[in-house]
């Protein structure tokens, strides 16, 4: 009993996370695809939060964060969410940020907390979103959409390379206790060292293009 509860502690006392941040240019988006038959992009309002909450969205959250400005898109397929996402323009949220939540680079958007449902998995519905929700970032005056994904999340990584997201910067947070330290390493071009500043981070290797 003693021995469950010592690691227990052990685990919230030490944290040690690694996720590749990417990056899309704005200004190369063409004409998005098309979504499957039957599917329809929306910008969520408080009102949506019954799609939100199939995806273990809190209503309560997602109220609160709409109400503050940030986006919530979801894909739905009449009374059913298929894919949903945030994006966030001035402020976004990482547990690796002081506080957390971190400044967004100036000229970006920030996408996070992508869901497809299992059901609509393999048909091209997150990069079909992803490529709208470009296309509107853009027409609000946005030149970069920058996403981060775990290192070892393979699946997702493609997705996003096979959008057109380009990798900027591989972050790592090591947390010991009360202590925490954030470098980034093979940090690529103005927005990867963007990324860097905006989380007060050591560069460990910085590559500009």
């Known amino acids: 009993m003693l021995r469950a ?13 690694e996720h590749v941040w990417y990056a899309l240019p704005l200004d190369g988006v ?3 695809r098309e979504l499957p038959t039957g599917l329809e992009l929306v910008q969520a309002q408080t009102g949506d ?32 969410a298929a894919f949903s996402c945030w994006i966030y323009v001035e402020r ?13 680079p100036r000229g970006s958007v920030c996408l996070e ?23 509107h970032a853009r027409t ?6 920058v996403t981060k994904v775990a290192q070892d999340n393979t699946p997702s990584r493609k997705a996003v390379s096979k959008a057109g997201f380009k990798e900027v910067a591989v972050m790592r947070l090591t947390r010991v206790g009360p202590r925490r330290r954030v470098t980034f390493e093979h940090v690529v071009g103005a ?18 293009r």
């Not at 907390?113 to 296309?135: C, H, K, M």
């Open 92 to 104: 976004a949220p990482a547990i690796a940020a002081s506080g957390g939540w971190f400044v967004v």
């Open 30 to 32: 063409q004409q998005p």
């Open 140 to 145: 609000h005056g946005a030149e970069t959409m």
């Open 49 to 80: 939060a019954s799609l939100a909450v199939q995806h273990g969205r809190g209503a309560g959250e997602v109220a609160r964060r709409v109400g503050e400005g940030h986006e919530l898109w979801i894909v739905r397929d009449e009374d059913r």
């Open 5 to 17: 509860v010592a690691r227990r502690v052990a685990a919230r006392a030490y944290l040690r996370e």
């Open 191 to 208: 927005t990867g060292k963007a990324l860097a500043e905006a989380f007060g981070a050591s560069s460990e290797a910085d590559h500009p």
């Open 113 to 135: 907390d992508s869901i497809t449902s299992p059901d609509y998995r393999g048909r091209g519905v997150a990069p079909a979103a992803w490529e709208r929700i470009a296309a």
